[in-house]
């Protein structure tokens, strides 16, 4: 199943599901859950502890009339069908990031201290805290260029959706927006290379284990543009990865007890080379055969 959110009119949110592949899949909202479940962190928290049956919870509600269908074309394409808004797919009690997890990001932070490479070789990943709800954004919505930083770039990245106990409840693209002059010049500016306001997204939706038939075979396009200027493209493949994704959420939770709903970024195979960072206005598009179209403009903060 995929798991949206949207606002309605009065500003909710409202869990979604589209069932059967985008774009012909039919989107439905469920405008009862501000009775039950009102998010889809309130039901992927009843999945993980309950054993929560989603597609028998979205047919009880279609069949107490409490689900709209949506326009999911439109919805994922514009951010807006049927007077719903399309919103971040969960709102996330805290998000992650594994870097240096491709051998290509490894290579581009080098810059003869070592340090890269010996994180992509060491057993221990790179972690680090990367946003909180207030710092990320849903598709359609701005995401961050630091006025202090004179090259930022767009991180295209794989996330899991992690649960208290180490399962990997869904995935979602991502977006790990990070202001890459700051970190090259000192390792030590990583938090605020990484951490700021709009320095992360994540949509359309979240792809629930069931619907992934390989997690190391998950295709991702880039198209960063100006105006009618194509800035930037390119593409990587999972299956570049250098770490499992369960290595990484064990790594993850040593020592750290995550909740629910916490959101785990695996890292980057897509670089944009130093002169094609990003500006106010470029549009950056994210984009999966296997978990949707992620689509952001660019702004200062």
């Not at 409490?66 to 009690?93: C, H, Q």
Request: glycine share 12%; with cysteine.
């Amino acid at each position: 199943m995929r798991l949206f959110q949207v606002l309605d009119a009065q500003g909710r949110l409202c869990p979604g599901a589209l069932a059967g592949a985008p774009p012909s899949g039919l989107a439905e909202v469920a405008t009862g859950g501000q009775a039950g479940f009102a998010t889809t962190l309130d039901l992927l928290t009843a999945v993980d502890q309950d054993g929560l049956d989603l597609a028998g919870w979205f047919d009880e509600q279609r069949r107490d009339g409490l689900t709209v269908s949506v326009d999911w074309a439109a919805l994922e394409r514009t951010g807006k069908a049927g007077g719903y808004t399309l919103a971040i797919p969960i709102v996330p009690p805290e998000v992650w990031g594994a870097g240096v997890t491709y051998r290509r990001s490894a290579d581009f932070r080098e810059e003869g201290l070592g340090i890269y490479d010996k994180i992509y070789e060491a057993p221990r990943p790179e972690l680090f805290f990367k946003a909180t709800a207030s710092r990320s954004a849903g598709p359609h919505q701005p995401i961050g260029r630091r006025k202090d930083s004179a090259f930022t770039a767009a991180e295209p990245e794989v996330c899991v959706i992690v649960s208290r106990g180490g399962a990997i409840l869904g995935y979602t693209l991502a977006n790990d927006v990070s202001a890459w002059d700051i970190e090259r010049d000192n390792p030590l500016y990583l938090p605020q290379s990484k951490v700021y306001d709009g320095c992360f997204s994540c949509g359309p939706t979240i792809v629930t284990p069931d619907e992934v038939a390989d997690p190391y075979g998950i295709e991702v396009t880039m198209l960063v543009s100006r105006g009618t200027t194509e800035v930037f493209k390119g593409s990587a493949s999972t299956s570049q990865l250098k770490r499992k994704l369960p290595d990484l959420v064990d790594w993850l939770r040593k020592s750290n007890d995550v909740p629910t709903g916490t959101i785990l970024s695996t890292g980057t195979g897509i670089i944009q080379p130093l002169g094609s960072g990003l500006e106010p206005g470029d549009i950056v598009v994210i984009s999966s055969p296997q978990l949707g179209t992620l689509s952001n403009p660019v702004a200062f903060v």
